[in-house]
């Protein structure tokens, strides 16, 4: 199936919304779906939460056939009984959130808005999650802000003279000055990225808060350090690309071990190289860099350089009132407004 099973083949999915039995007049074809059109549904939803959701939910429907439950349409008990089962199982909080969307977006996209409640699977995972808390369980890992010199220390792990080195560098330098998702560094092309008297100009044509993806253009300055200067990167990379003969297409690519450019660079891969370099700088919680510390790194230097946090939140592309950049903030305060820093300890 499609989208989680949210996108159906005709003949085996509930409507979308409404029964011909609540509307008399409607017959069947008021309520088909050409194949087209269930693709262009399906691929309105961002890659990664697809295959997230399709994951969940796979794993619920295969739970309530072995419970002998329905999953569609699930009641209140079940959901609530399969929630418990996933805190008895030790799942993180976050990935029993993500069930929990999982199964209201199946039910909301067939044709049951509102089933099944969640009220009760809620109360179940605010008891684990204070049980967890009380047993001393962890916090939520999250992924370590890269600073300036963490990034620096990782350029210069990098070895400059190679084709490797150098495009290493670049996803680097703009993942950490664009507050790049994986998703925006790899989807971004030569043509996304332009030189200007300021720096650089950098498109995004679509992301998770643009999600008609009407696309938003990044400025980057010149930086002033020469490992990390934004537009030295990429001019530097844009020559190993066009000696390549890639003079157009992908900006980001894979490298063969010999050195030879290949095709597009893949979201997973982002993650192995960031974090391989920041072990080899010997960068603090290196086990548990990410990708997304470049992200939060770009957050959380812009604000303890004085930026303003609506400035940081378009900069990033994150929603205005955004929780996440909210937590970048605070990590940077604790610190620097921190009530005993004077008091002669």
Request: aromatic residues 4%; contains cysteine.
């Amino acid at each position: 199936m499609g989208y989680g099973g949210l996108i159906q083949p005709a003949g085996e999915r509930p409507p979308i919304s409404g029964t011909p039995e609540n509307h008399a007049a409607h017959t069947a074809a008021d309520y088909a779906l050409s194949d087209e059109t269930r693709k262009l549904i399906a691929d309105g939803v961002p890659a990664n939460t697809r295959r997230a959701y399709t994951r969940q939910w796979a794993a619920f429907a295969a739970w309530c056939a072995a419970h002998e439950r329905l999953a569609l349409p699930a009641t209140e008990q079940t959901l609530a009984e399969y929630t418990a089962q996933l805190c008895a199982a030790g799942q993180a909080p976050a990935s029993i959130e993500q069930a929990l969307a999982a199964v209201r977006t199946m039910h909301r996209l067939s044709g049951h808005p509102g089933r099944p409640g969640t009220e009760a699977a809620r109360l179940a995972l605010r008891a684990y999650k204070r049980r967890r808390a009380d047993d001393g369980g962890r916090a939520q890992r999250e992924a370590p802000p890269i600073t300036i010199d963490a990034l620096r220390a990782m350029v210069s792990a990098c070895d400059l003279t190679t084709a490797r080195g150098l495009r290493d560098r670049v996803l680097l330098v703009l993942g950490l000055a664009l507050m790049g998702r994986r998703s925006e560094l790899v989807a971004l092309t030569r043509d996304d990225v332009r030189e200007v008297a300021d720096g650089l100009e950098v498109t995004i044509r679509t992301s998770k808060t643009d999600k008609d993806s009407r696309g938003e253009t990044i400025a980057i300055p010149r930086g002033s350090h020469p490992l990390t200067d934004p537009v030295a990167a990429w001019r530097d990379w844009l020559q190993v690309l066009d000696q390549a003969g890639h003079t157009s297409g992908r900006l980001l690519r894979r490298l063969t071990r010999h050195g030879t450019v290949g095709p597009s660079l893949g979201a997973d891969a982002v993650n192995v190289i960031v974090r391989d370099l920041a072990v080899r700088a010997g960068v603090p919680s290196a086990d548990r860099v990410t990708a997304h510390s470049l992200r939060a790194g770009g957050a959380t230097v812009a604000y303890a350089a004085g930026v303003p946090v609506s400035v940081i939140a378009k900069h990033g592309r994150w929603a205005p009132a955004s929780p996440v950049v909210l937590r970048y903030i605070r990590a940077v305060d604790r610190w620097r407004d921190n009530a005993m820093r004077n008091v002669g300890l």
